[in-house]
């Protein structure tokens, strides 16, 4: 059973910074991908950023492009966001997911607050 364990969020200005760390029950190359999505009240859950085991390549929706940056450790088996310029638009709770043919993982959700 996998387990991939978020943290990191929290209140902040808008303006401000968090990373996100994501922490996974076993090695992260065993994933096709590695990823985090969020989901607003009353929107549906959103790709915000993923990472490829092979060659890390890396994709980013548009509406984070410049702010974000996802990275990963893997002796420490976690992926990263870095989050910065928040907005009040970024309030969301966070989900780390991980990919395989087939199957995906979720964690439970860090949230995250952008608010004066």
């Known amino acids: ?35 985090w999505y969020r989901q607003a009240p009353g929107k549906e859950r959103e790709l915000v950023a993923a990472i490829t085991s092979a060659g890390a390549i890396t994709n980013y929706a548009d509406f984070v492009k410049g702010r974000f940056t996802i990275s990963r450790d893997s002796a420490k088996n976690t992926v990263y966001l870095q989050m910065s310029s928040l907005k009040p638009e970024d309030t969301a709770l966070y989900y780390c997911n991980a990919r395989n043919i087939g199957t995906a993982y979720w964690g439970l959700g860090t949230q995250v607050t952008v608010s004066s």
Do not use: D, T
Request: with cysteine; net charge positive.
């Open 1 to 35: 059973q996998v387990q991939l364990v978020e943290s990191g969020g929290g209140l902040v200005q808008p303006g401000g910074s968090l990373r996100l760390s994501c922490a996974a029950s076993r090695n992260i190359f065993s994933f096709i991908s590695m990823g």
